[in-house]
C-alpha cells in the first residue's frame, strides 16, 4: 500500500523537479510511491487554443506531447501493473529534461524543444519495457481513463490546480477514502541527503494539520533542468 501518490505530467518541468525530491526521500527512507498520471492536456481541454497560445504559441503543443506519453504510461500500467510508472517516468522525464539547451535563453525556444519530442522508444528502452508501447502514444481510446484519473487528482485539491500533485496516505484512515492532498510543493531545484528529509517532513506535517489550506506566493525560479540550463534561476511569474 503506498505512502504516497505522485500525480505527474511529464512534460512539466516544476513536476519534474519535486519528482526527483521525492526519488531522493525514496532512495533514503522507506516510501512507497504511487506515480499516477495527470494530463495538463486534458485538465486545459476547455481552455480554447488562442487563451493557451497566448501565453506561448508553443504551450498547447507541448501539452499535446504530454499526453502522448501519459497515453504510454497508460498503456505500460495497464500490461505491466504500476510498479513500471516510476521508472518509465524517469525515462521519460530524462528525455525531456536531460536534451541539449536550445541556443539563447529565451522561454520560447524551451517549449520548442518540449514539443518536438517524438520518439519515446529510448525512454521505454531505458525503463526495460518493450518499445512496441511507444504506439500507445496516438490511442486516444486511452484519454477517458487518463481524464477521470486528472479529475480525481485536481478534485482532491478542490479544483483550481495542476501538477505535481501529493496525496498522503491514499488509502485513507480505516478505509475512509484518500488522505490529504496539495498540489505541489514547487521548487527549482531538488533538495539532496538531509534537506530533502527536513523538506519533506516539512511539507508532509502541513499536508496533515487539519484545516491547513495554502501557501503560495506567485513568482518563482525557472526549474533547473539541461534542458532550461540558461532560463535556471530566472524568474517567472505564474498566476
Not at 130 to 136: K, M, Q
Request: with cysteine; proline share 8%; aromatic share 8%.
Amino acid at each position: 500500500m503506498p505512502d504516497l501518490e505522485f500525480f505527474f505530467d511529464p512534460i512539466c518541468p516544476f513536476c519534474w523537479v519535486t519528482s526527483r525530491w521525492v526519488v531522493e526521500v525514496q532512495s533514503q527512507r522507506a516510501l512507497a510511491v504511487d506515480w499516477r498520471p495527470l494530463s495538463l492536456a486534458l485538465l486545459n481541454e476547455d481552455v480554447s487554443y488562442a487563451e493557451r497560445e497566448e501565453a506561448s504559441p508553443e504551450y498547447p503543443d507541448s501539452h499535446v506531447r504530454g499526453l502522448e506519453m501519459l497515453r504510454v504510461v497508460h498503456a505500460a500500467r495497464e500490461r505491466f501493473g504500476p510498479e513500471v510508472v516510476g521508472d518509465l517516468y524517469t525515462a521519460l522525464g530524462e528525455l525531456v529534461w536531460d536534451a541539449e539547451p536550445p541556443e539563447g535563453d529565451d522561454f520560447r525556444a524551451v517549449m520548442h524543444e518540449m514539443a518536438r519530442v517524438r520518439d519515446l522508444r529510448p525512454a521505454l528502452r531505458a525503463a526495460d519495457l518493450p518499445e512496441e508501447l511507444a504506439d500507445a502514444s496516438s490511442e486516444t481510446a486511452r484519454d477517458d481513463d487518463l481524464r477521470r484519473e486528472t479529475r480525481e487528482a485536481v478534485d482532491r485539491c478542490g479544483g483550481g490546480v495542476g501538477t505535481p500533485i501529493l496525496s498522503f496516505a491514499p488509502s485513507g484512515r480505516n478505509g475512509a477514502g484518500p488522505g490529504p492532498a496539495f498540489f505541489g510543493p514547487v521548487i527549482d531545484a531538488p533538495p539532496a541527503e538531509e534537506d530533502a528529509l527536513r523538506l519533506f517532513d516539512a511539507v508532509e506535517t502541513v499536508a496533515r494539520w487539519g484545516g491547513f489550506a495554502e501557501l503560495k506566493r506567485t513568482v518563482r525560479s525557472f526549474p533547473r533542468t539541461r534542458l532550461s540550463s540558461r532560463l535556471a534561476g530566472t524568474d517567472t511569474h505564474v498566476h
